[in-house]
């Protein structure tokens, strides 16, 4: 499962270039203030906001799923006494990703009335998943030096 889920994450990943190209290369996911999507936003072709709505509701939702499941899945697997509390951030993660997706699908469909709250769910999003990210390499270090030791 943890193999499957890491295949998804980096095909899911490397589709996300056809959706850029798409989009003319930027997203509204990599904006990291409502400032600063308000003002993409307003920039994109009706056409370039069906697109992304589309990337957004089906690309974007099964994405935070894939990673979120392999590092919930790999942290567990390889945190032993830790991963309890080593898991959070890995939780925290899809979960705030998946709040943004709704921010901003609400947006690019006509409501941007919560394009603000990307100030706060951009970063923390980002900040969760480089956390727990570090987080796994811990485990997998830990679990490597256990098992020399055996």
């Known amino acids: 499962m943890l193999l499957f889920l890491l295949v998804a994450s980096v095909a899911l990943s490397v589709a996300f270039a056809s959706v850029r190209v798409q989009l003319d290369g930027a997203m509204l996911d990599f904006m990291m203030n409502g400032t600063q999507a308000r003002a993409h936003l307003a920039s994109m072709s009706p056409e370039q906001k069906d697109t992304h709505f589309w990337a957004t509701v089906l690309h974007d939702t ?62 923390a999003k980002f900040g969760c998943i480089l956390m727990a990210f570090a987080l796994l390499v811990t485990c997998l270090g830990i679990a490597s030096y256990k098992r020399l030791r055996a």
Do not use: H
Request: no cysteine; glycine share 12%.
């Open 62 to 123: 099964a994405y935070p799923l894939a990673y979120g499941g392999f590092l919930i899945g790999a942290i567990w697997r390889f945190g032993g006494d830790l991963r309890k509390w080593f898991v959070v951030p890995a939780i925290a993660a899809p979960f705030l990703d998946l709040l943004e997706n709704f921010v901003q699908a609400l947006a690019l469909s006509g409501n941007a009335t919560f394009l603000g709250l990307k100030s706060l769910l951009t970063p």
